[in-house]
C-alpha cells in the first residue's frame, strides 16, 4: 500500500489542535499515526481531549481513503 494522493489530502483536511501533531509513517501494508508522548503530557487537560478526538477523526479520514491505520506512540525516553 502506498500512502496516495487522497490520503494526504484527507490527512491535510484535519486540523490539529494548537500545539500537537503526528508522524504519519508508510509501512508495507498499513499506515502508523505515531504520537509523541512528551507532547501529548504536556497539554493541558482539555486539549488531550481535543488531541484525541483529533486522531480518532484523522485515523476515519485517513480509512475512508483506503489506508489500513495504526496508532502507536513514541516513548518517553528516561
Known sequence: MAYTDEMRRA?????????F????????????????????FSLAHDDKIAAV????V????????????LIVRKALEK
Not at 485515523?59 to 481513503?65: G, R
Open 11 to 19: 490527512f491535510h483536511a484535519v486540523k490539529p489542535p494548537k500545539g
Open 58 to 69: 484523522l485515523k476515519d479520514a485517513l480509512e475512508q481513503n483506503g489506508a489500513v491505520v
Open 21 to 40: 501533531g503526528v508522524d504519519i509513517i508508510d509501512n508495507d501494508t498499513f499506515l502508523t499515526i505515531r504520537v509523541d508522548e512528551k507532547v501529548m
Open 53 to 56: 478526538q483529533y486522531l480518532a
